[in-house]
């Protein structure tokens, strides 16, 4: 048994207290040890890293970049993933995520999350079934309203196609601060499962006032761009080694541990969507749902630390 | 679907990596070699006609390549990655249009350039960068041959081209209408360059730079001469 000095026994008996305080079923541990976190509208446990799309799949018709993003798709499937992102605007990504999930046999736990965008109000079912084919998968999990293109009639089609069971899940989506009032008053007035928004390190408007309310409605909160467009990584990897206090508080691997766990260890989030082109990548995000997740005391040094640098 | 410009990053309009999109430039080029012998022949053949005063000719040769490109770079390939690459293949094609339409509307000499004025001579160097200089840029950047993008093959290098033959070919308003969709290509593309971290984005901004002095001089009012 490793030997635990007196703040480190102090330290577990809060976390435990902590965790037992949560409501049941808020933080539990796959078998593969990826953690899941509840859909509140359902109970259904999902893994809180998930998988974007923007960019990364975008690959075109090129078989071999095709194979190498099913690679991608393989790893993140082989540590437990579930939720993959998409939409209409990431170009071929579709097409792409319907080669690589046809490669690899339609993996078990996928959970598909796509868009509609158009700002033809009545082309959601036709928009839901095109994806469908392009992905080669019926239902989808989770279909979003891409930015809030057309929201009302969208959402009034799609709140039929839940009850229909056309889809599973219906939620909005926003990215980089856009729109929050609007986003708001949807969350508040509206029967919705999901809301994807930009939340990261450097990037908190959401906490003072989105991610309250999706707690206090009950909606399960997606987190995009959590590198903010990649420079967040790529600028900290390239610069600085993770703080030893991160590595000894909560077992911290890297930056990418480092800045998804700041993330989902959010009590109002359910999922962070990093996307990546490079499997070793992918198996970093990965890492980053396992282990110990830092407190509310520790993500308030996390921020101090990156705002100091 | 665009609103509150000011959250927008460029990096926000490019939907790929700079992998993807140099193997798109590659698989092109491995895609129509060695086509790219002929083309570039038919890019100096353009210019030798629009300088010998045979511009007809040189304008429908000129659509045709546009055309040719905004199918086969824009909307087969390139729209494969941007959704809004089909509607820069409409502008290509558009402008293609415009071309034949100036040949067979009015007769050629109400609205052809006059030759040795600096507008031409600004067109031929264009053309000279877009034909032989473009190719050079993938070999002396590090990369295979297959990579260096070519007149009537690759956007880039057809557009710089088709902003010079404009510039040798055509005065007035028909020069502003065939020149603004290479115009706008080349800042989209130098943009989307700079983005990826390209070097050569420079080589547009130039192209851009010397296009728009070309046609702010051919819309200056003529110097009449003292009889």
Request: hydrophobic fraction near 50%.
């Amino acid at each position: 048994m490793p030997h635990l000095d007196r703040r480190q026994m102090l330290k577990l008996i809060v976390a435990g207290a902590a965790v037992s305080a949560l409501p049941a079923g808020w933080l539990s541990a796959a078998p593969e040890g990826m953690l899941k976190k509840p859909i509140p509208s359902s109970g259904e446990r999902i893994p809180v890293i998930g998988m974007g799309t923007w960019k990364s799949f975008n690959v075109g018709n090129d078989r071999q970049l095709r194979l190498a993003r099913t690679e991608v798709l393989e790893e993140f499937f082989r540590h437990g993933g579930g939720m993959v992102d998409c939409s209409p605007m990431y170009g071929s990504s579709g097409e792409v995520l319907g080669f690589a999930l046809e490669q690899l046999g339609h993996p078990e736990g996928l959970f598909a999350a796509e868009k509609v965008w158009t700002e033809d109000g009545t082309a959601t079912r036709k928009v839901v079934s095109e994806l469908e084919s392009t992905w080669g998968i019926q239902p989808f999990d989770l279909m979003q309203i891409h930015n809030l293109v057309a929201w009302q009639p969208h959402l009034e089609m799609l709140q039929q196609m839940k009850a229909e069971g056309a889809v599973r899940y219906i939620g909005i989506t926003t990215s980089h601060g856009r729109r929050h009032d609007e986003f708001e008053r949807v969350m508040a007035n509206e029967d919705i499962d999901f809301v994807q928004l930009t939340y990261s390190i450097t990037s908190r408007e959401v906490e003072t006032r989105l991610l309250p309310l999706a707690a206090e409605r009950g909606i399960a909160v997606i987190a995009n761009m959590p590198y903010d467009r990649g420079p967040l990584i790529k600028g900290l990897k390239a610069r600085e080694q993770v703080p030893e206090w991160a590595v000894q508080e909560f077992d911290c691997k890297g930056w990418a541990d480092f800045l998804l766990k700041f993330i989902v260890s959010h009590p109002a989030l359910t999922c962070a969507i990093p996307s990546t082109t490079q499997v070793e990548h992918m198996r970093e995000n990965m890492l980053a749902g396992t282990g110990p997740m830092p407190d509310a005391e520790l993500r308030q040094r996390m921020i101090r630390h990156i705002e100091a640098l | 679907m665009i609103d509150d410009w000011s959250t927008y990053a460029v990096a926000d309009f490019i939907p790929f990596t700079a992998e993807v999109y140099f193997r798109l430039i590659e698989r092109i080029g491995e895609r129509f070699w060695p086509l790219h012998l002929p083309a570039i022949a038919l890019g100096g053949a353009i210019v030798w006609l629009g300088r010998t005063g045979r511009t007809g000719i040189a304008c429908v040769l000129l659509a045709m390549v546009l055309a040719w490109v905004a199918v086969n770079f824009h909307i087969r390939e390139y729209a494969e990655l941007n959704w809004a690459g089909i509607w820069a293949g409409y502008a290509f094609l558009a402008t293609a249009g415009l071309l034949v339409l100036f040949v067979l509307l009015p007769p050629a000499r109400q609205w052809t350039a006059s030759a040795g004025s600096i507008r031409p001579a600004i067109g031929l160097l264009l053309a000279a960068v877009g034909l032989f200089g473009y190719p050079l840029i993938a070999p002396l950047s590090g990369h295979g041959w297959m990579r260096a993008e070519t007149f009537g093959i690759h956007a880039d290098p057809t557009a710089v081209v088709a902003l010079g033959c404009a510039l040798i070919l055509l005065r007035g308003l028909r020069l502003w209408l065939v020149a603004i969709v290479p115009l706008l290509w080349c800042m989209i593309s130098a943009l989307t360059l700079h983005t990826l971290e390209a070097a050569w984005a420079w080589v547009l901004v130039a192209a851009i730079a010397l296009a728009g002095a070309g046609l702010i001089i051919g819309s200056l009012p003529r110097r009449h001469t003292a009889r």
